[in-house]
């Protein structure tokens, strides 16, 4: 088990960025896979970066390439979201989750194995 905790979400115009910070309880020796995912009022979740950790591996969503980044800080057992260019269709309650005692990684695209969950922070776009 794995407790996780976002934060730096607000409210930004057009244009604007920020970053989302997840922390996380530990880091498990054989890797954990932790994504963002984010889901706006009305819509499904979305996955929108996945990252794992012992390799450092990860990807984005086709809908936020080019915009956002997914990172990680092993010592602060910290993964971010840099979200850049954001428009009013990214607002949504951003999450983070992870998969824990992944041995490969390959599990780590596959939204449905994620069972630990943040309480999400909200992400606002408007001008």
């Known amino acids: 088990q794995v407790e996780l905790v976002e934060s730096g979400g607000g409210s930004v115009q057009p244009g604007g960025s920020l970053r989302l910070s997840c922390s996380v309880s530990?880091?498990?020796?054989?890797?954990?896979?932790i994504g963002w995912f984010r889901q706006a009022p009305g819509k499904e979740r979305e996955m929108v970066a996945h990252?794992?950790?012992?390799?450092?591996?990860?990807d984005l969503a086709d809908s936020v390439k080019g915009r956002f980044t997914i990172s990680q800080d092993i010592p602060a057992n910290a993964v971010y979201l840099q979200m850049n260019s954001l428009q009013p269709e990214d607002a949504a309650i951003y999450y983070c989750a992870a998969r824990v005692d992944e041995p490969d990684g390959y599990r780590c695209a596959a939204p449905s194995l994620y069972t630990n969950w943040g309480q999400g922070t909200q992400v606002t776009v408007s001008s």
């Open positions: 530990k880091y498990t020796r054989s890797g954990n896979c």
């Open positions: 990252i794992y950790t012992r390799t450092g591996n990860r």
